[in-house]
């Protein structure tokens, strides 16, 4: 499976990105996808998932009144919408994929990156004016 991620760029505070993963290959054995952000001299961590097939959904408290996910298999696209940008919110941002029934299931396990068999090659997002 190969996951492609795009869609990041410069924008401004207050502006909206759409960031788009696209999987390829065996697919058929993904659950779970997830989007996992990364700022510079920072850990890695959980921003939102979605089961493969639909439903699941699940953003942190912290992040779901800017943050929004969608799924679709048919397709084979997971989006990530970010509404009113921060400069905090900078970040590269990697789609993940897994196989796994625990992730699908378990929210603590969606939130660890070890949980995840598939990553795209992340997108960087600036927020800067």
């Known amino acids: 499976v190969q996951l492609q991620a795009s869609g990041g760029g410069l924008v401004q505070p207050g502006d909206s990105v759409r960031l788009s993963c696209v999987a390829s290959?065996?697919?058929?054995?993904?659950?779970?996808m997830a989007w996992f952000r990364q700022a510079p001299g920072k850990e890695r961590d959980f921003v939102a998932g979605?089961?493969?097939?639909?439903?699941?959904?699940h953003i942190p408290d912290s992040l779901k009144d800017r943050f929004a996910i969608t799924g679709d298999n048919a397709k084979n696209v997971v989006t990530l919408q970010i509404n009113g940008l921060k400069p905090e919110d900078t970040a590269v941002y990697y789609c993940?994929?897994?196989?796994?029934?625990?992730?699908?299931?378990?929210?603590?396990?969606?939130?660890?990156?070890?949980?995840?068999?598939?990553w795209g090659q992340g997108t960087l997002v600036t927020v800067s004016s």
């Open positions: 993940a994929a897994s196989t796994s029934r625990q992730t699908l299931l378990n929210l603590n396990a969606r939130r660890s990156r070890s949980r995840y068999d598939y």
């Open positions: 290959g065996p697919t058929f054995g993904i659950l779970f």
């Open positions: 979605v089961g493969w097939r639909g439903g699941n959904r």
